[in-house]
Structures are given as C-alpha cells and as structure tokens.
C-alpha cells in the first residue's frame, strides 16, 4: 500500500534562511511524487512533480526537491526563504502511471517565515 | 482557460439538510476527483469520475455521500442528511484523459461545508 509521511507539522524558519520540509513515501511501485501550496482559504498549487528522468525536479517559485529511491524520500528544499512562502504544503504520491488525480496526501506542514 | 470552478465557496447547512458542491473541470478535461479536508488533516481522495461514469468511489462514504458527472454540466458532490462531522473543505480536481507521458491534476479553490 502507498502511504506518505511528512515529518514535522510545523518547520517555522527566519526570512532568507534555508527550507528544507520533509517527505517519506512507501510504494509498492514506482512512484509518482508531487509537492502542493496551500494558501489560506484557498486550493492547491503544484509547486513541482516527479515522474521519471532527472533525480532532482525544479519547481517555481525558487523550490526543488530530490527524489531519493534509496530511502524514499522526496524533501523539498528552497535555499532562501520569503515571506511569501509562509503556507501549508502537501507531499503527495499517486496511485498509478499515466492518471495522476488520484493521490495520497500527507498530513501536511505549516511554514512560518519570520522576519 | 479557466481553472477549475467550483461553487459555492461557502456553503452553511443546518443538520438534516442536503448539500449540493459543484464542479467545473477545466476544458478539455474529461476526467474529475473529489478530495475531503478536515480541519488539521490532508486531503483525502473521496471518489473519481469521468463522463457518466464513476470510476472508483472507494473513499466515498458508504452512507449519505453520491457523485455524479453528467454528459452536460459539472460534476455534483451531494452530501445527503448532513451532520457536523461533514463540515470540512470539498476540493475538485480535474485532469485530461491518460495519454502517453504522465497528466496532471488542477484543483479547484474548494467548497467549505459548514453544518450547524
């Protein structure tokens, strides 16, 4: 069974220092790995994804993340924090190849960016 | 390209009643989900349709909770006999049908279901 755990339901870090947000995934296949912004009343944004390729996967805004088969994690990490940055963000894996709508989210981590 | 609509952004029901959330995908997708988020929690996949087709609804509610995506109009989440353990937020994602290559999912703003 796919599953995914985010370590850590708050990380608050100081405006220009590094974010690093954790994320393991267990998957009896090979998985589809994705990070989401959530803003305050709002939905969902794709900050980046993994599918196949290159190991390492840029998103916007500044973010990447490394997927790591040898010990499934998928950590996303922005070298320079912004204000705006402060949200709550979803690890996420899905079921199968080709649809990726259906997902597993993790629990969810709550960044605090302080001035 | 308008994102994926979803209607109302609030919506208050009083226990007993019936709530109605609805789903516009974006164009050219023919294939939507509905995820739940409680208060604290993830977003947890409810149900997956494409046109007049549900395709899997094994994190649907056995009881009160149906889906539908008609040839015309946007998908439907109907909450039947609403209790305050449904108040939450009800995301809406939609996708192209799979092709070679991997799709992606666009999540709509979300309904968020109060019941009084």
């Known amino acids: 069974a796919q599953s995914v755990t985010q370590l850590g339901s708050h990380v608050s870090v100081s405006e220009g220092a590094l974010v690093l947000l954790r994320c393991n995934y267990s998957s009896s296949v090979p998985p589809y790995l994705f990070w989401y912004v959530q803003y305050p009343n709002q939905g969902l944004q794709l900050l980046l994804k993994?599918?196949?390729?290159?190991?390492l996967v840029k998103g916007i805004n500044g973010f990447e993340a490394e997927f790591k088969k040898s010990e499934t994690s998928f950590h996303l990490t922005k070298p320079s924090a912004h204000m705006s940055d402060a949200a709550e963000y979803f690890c996420?894996?899905?079921?199968?190849?080709?649809?990726?709508?259906?997902?597993?989210f993790g629990q969810g981590t709550t960044l605090q960016v302080k001035p | 390209n308008a994102g994926v609509m979803q209607n109302p952004r609030h919506l208050v029901r009083r226990r007993g009643q019936e709530a109605r959330l609805r789903c516009s995908p974006m164009k050219g997708h023919s294939h939507v989900y509905w995820y739940r988020q409680l208060p604290e929690e993830g977003l947890k996949f409810m149900v997956y349709?494409?046109?007049?087709?549900?395709?899997?609804e094994s994190g649907m509610p056995k009881e009160r909770f149906s889906a539908e995506f008609p040839k015309e109009g946007p998908s439907i989440l109907r909450i039947q006999q609403v209790v305050r353990g449904d108040s939450a937020a009800y995301f809406c994602?939609?996708?192209?049908?799979?092709?070679?290559?991997?799709?992606?999912?666009?999540f709509g703003q979300g309904t968020r279901l109060t019941v009084v």
């Open positions: 993994y599918t196949t390729g290159a190991t």
């Open positions: 994602a939609s996708s192209p049908p799979p092709q070679q290559g991997v799709t992606e999912a666009f």
């Open positions: 996420a894996v899905s079921y199968g190849s080709g649809n990726t709508g259906k997902l597993i």
């Open positions: 349709l494409q046109k007049e087709n549900i395709i899997d």
